[in-house]
């Protein structure tokens, strides 16, 4: 850092001076802004031909590295963490001026999403030439512009919710297991704290517990996965609820909810049930069975006495009966 301190400060020296070609003014000379990744800046720079005769300019750009040597590259060659060249939109063309005129042109540097935080040196110089080998050739000698740009730490805060599910649908013991994991999208660390409650069928809360005990905390880019355990230590079964109530944020606190839903039915209550259910069957059963016993044999003893009515006819009429 203090290296890189070292040449700002030659530089501004430098271009204090006053770095113009014979017969071109630039302004402003010197262009100095701390930014943010995303942050555009915009300026107009003034072009002044104090020369007798017509010239023809061309700009040049190049980035003054670390070691203080410059590096001319094609925009494919630069990269876009570390570039103002690559930031850097002007006119590329050539500006033709003719004597004692000039010219304003806009220039706008768009500070990349990605950029690395740190200091960064560029130079446009406005070389005479008709095109970018000729102007190159004498860039030494033209009029330039120093850019120098501090880009800040930028925090961005992001995480999401990976997965919150039962470790299994139906639990038949406590503790009931829920498996929450959450992913850092951020490009700092992130610590979630907060509680899952949980709800009964009438929703109405029979317990609580916290999902980061331990306060750990996420790296970006990275996934954690938390292990969740709830006793209902007023016992009961069913159906039950979980909502999930977090939240993390240092700059700027964000929330992360989500809801499921689970079965308890714990071993003891399953016997109960089946031991019911196998009683229910059986009387059902019983009752069905006695009632079907009980037509078969109604409908034999009316068959019994037709017959026996058809028996004592004999085809005299009795007229005691």
Do not use: C
Not at 176 to 190: C, E, M, T, Y
Not at 258 to 286: H, M, S
């Amino acid at each position: 850092m203090k290296k890189i301190q070292i040449i700002t400060i030659l530089f501004l020296l430098f271009f204090a001076i006053g770095v113009k070609a014979d017969g071109i003014k630039v302004s402003p000379s010197v262009i100095d802004e701390k930014a943010k990744a995303k942050d555009i800046l915009k300026y107009t720079v003034k072009i002044k031909n104090e020369k007798a005769n017509k010239i023809e300019l061309y700009a040049i750009l190049f980035d003054i590295l670390p070691d203080g040597s410059r590096a001319i590259l094609t925009p494919s060659e630069l990269d876009q963490k570390t570039s103002i060249t690559k930031w850097t939109s002007i006119k590329r063309g050539v500006i033709s001026l003719d004597p004692g005129a000039e010219v304003e042109v806009p220039l706008q540097i768009d500070v990349n999403l990605t950029a690395t935080p740190g200091v960064y040196h560029s130079v446009i110089a406005f070389s005479e030439g008709s095109n970018r080998a000729i102007a190159e050739v004498g860039v030494s000698a033209a009029s330039q512009i120093l850019v120098n740009i501090e880009v800040g730490d930028q925090i961005v805060e992001k995480a999401q919710v990976e997965k919150f599910a039962a470790s299994r649908n139906i639990f038949t013991k406590y503790p009931a297991i829920l498996d929450l994991q959450i992913k850092n999208n951020g490009n700092v660390p992130v610590t979630p704290s907060g509680e899952i409650l949980i709800y009964n069928r009438r929703n109405q809360q029979v317990g609580q517990v916290g999902i980061n005990s331990l306060s750990t905390a996420i790296e970006k880019g990275s996934s954690t996965q938390f292990e969740i355990q709830w006793t209902n230590d007023a016992g009961g079964f069913g159906k039950f609820k979980a909502k999930l109530e977090a939240e993390y944020g240092n700059k700027m606190r964000r929330d992360l909810q989500d809801t499921i839903y689970f079965w308890v039915f714990p071993i003891k209550y399953l016997i109960i049930f089946g031991i019911g259910l196998f009683i229910v069957t059986f009387l059902l059963t019983f009752l069905l069975f006695r009632k079907s016993r009980h037509v078969k044999y109604g409908r034999q003893a009316d068959n019994d006495i037709y017959e026996d009515d058809e028996d004592d006819d004999d085809g005299v009429i009795n007229l005691k009966n």
